[in-house]
Structures are given as C-alpha cells and as structure tokens.
C-alpha cells in the first residue's frame, strides 16, 4: 500500500493564480482532512470529509474549496492564491467515525509558496 | 489563541537526558493524541489516551492524560539523537475524528 500520497512536492505560484493539490489515498478509509502547518501554529483543519459526497469546513476554510467525488481522491483548490497562503499543507486518512481511537494517517506534504 | 498549549517550544538537550513536554487546555478532549514529525515528512502517531489518569509506555516515553482529560504530557527517559523531532499533541473536541492540534516542541538531541 501507497498510503496517502500528495502531489505536488513543492509549488510556487504568483498571487491570483489557482491551483490544485491532490491528495489519494489506498487504504478504503472514509474520513480525509487538509491541513495547513505554519511555523509555531501546529497543524489547522482548513476542510474534512467524512464520505465520498460529503465535506465541511474545518478551522481556517476561507479561500479553498474541496470535493470528494470517489473515496480515494481528495483535491484541495486554491482559488485565487494570496501570499497568506504560502504554508506546508498535509492530507490525512483515517477508518470511518466511531472510535476514539483514530488513527490519522498523514501525507508527505506539500510546501506552497505564493509570490 | 491555541485551543492546545504546547510546552516548551524548542528543547535541545544532551544525549541521555531526560525531558518531558506538556500539552495544556481548558477544554476537554474525548481523546489525547501524540504525534511525531521529521523534517520534510507528515506526523506519524506515537500513542492516544483516552481514559482520565491514563497512562501509557512505548519504550522510552510514557504518556499521561490528566485526570479531567484537559492536559497531557509525554516524557523521555535517556533521549537519544533518535528521538529528535517535532512532537505534536492533538486534542480530538468530538468522536474522535476532528483533531485540535497543539504548536508543536522541537526536540533536538546531541551526541
């Protein structure tokens, strides 16, 4: 098993450009989430996703938009990219609610930064 | 404002020494998650407590939830370069999926 992978590895864009990062994952888990991880803040739920079809804003969603059309796949989109932006974003997988007991399965990452 | 205060923020400390990081809140969590994170890697759970009072060994470290489920600490017995890493607490506020993550302690260990 792959686990969850990310694609980009790194990406620089100019400010009002969009993008999408991509996020799979091959492990049949219901619930994936998107953080961002900014230096002395942690890690931030930007959205999440309990199900195929189902999403919801998490701590910080303002200026990304999601979908999750298959249980594998879970794209996060810039829509037009500001500085503020700039950040190392994290996709995660976990089994389906239920237990408290959850383990978030984390990607590699992917480092943005917008001129 | 964090939900999760992480202390401290930045520890180095000689090989062989003992430390140990907390993670305090006013809320209460469901459950306590500890994560560790190398350099260009995502975090990787170490251990979840659940239980108030709970505690928890994986070698060297040993996990504690308080009593009223609100804070938590982790300890390291004889550190080694090894355990150099950025360690993560994370509060989960509902059943288990939703996480509230502390700013993290960056922990280096010489030789």
């Known amino acids: 098993n792959a686990g969850v992978t990310q694609t980009p590895k790194f990406q620089v864009l100019k400010t009002g450009q969009s993008m999408t990062l991509q996020c799979a994952q091959d492990m049949n888990h219901e619930y994936m989430s998107w953080y961002r991880q900014d230096p002395g803040m942690g890690l931030r739920l930007i959205h999440y996703s309990v199900g195929a079809g189902i999403t919801d804003q998490g701590e910080v969603p303002n200026g990304y938009n999601v979908s999750r059309s298959t249980t594998e796949d879970f794209p996060l989109r810039l829509l037009s990219a500001a500085p503020s932006q700039t950040s190392v974003y994290f996709c995660a997988s976990s089994q389906d609610g239920g237990t408290v007991y959850n383990e978030q399965f984390f990607g590699p990452g992917t480092r943005l930064t917008v001129l | ?111």
Request: proline share 4%; aromatic share 10%.
């Open chain 2, 1 to 111: 404002t964090q939900l999760l205060e992480q202390s401290p923020q930045f520890l180095s400390i000689q090989e062989g020494e003992n430390l140990t990081v907390y993670c305090n809140s006013s809320s209460v969590f469901s459950s306590l998650q500890w994560y560790r994170q190398e350099p260009g890697e995502g975090p990787v759970l170490l251990v979840t407590v659940v239980t108030g009072g709970e505690v928890k060994k994986l070698k060297r470290l040993t996990f504690q939830f308080g009593d009223a489920r609100k804070d938590s600490s982790l300890h390291i017995t004889a550190a080694q370069p090894g355990d150099t890493g950025l360690y993560l607490c994370a509060g989960a506020m509902e059943y288990g999926n939703k996480l509230v993550f502390g700013a993290g302690t960056i922990l280096r260990v010489k030789s």
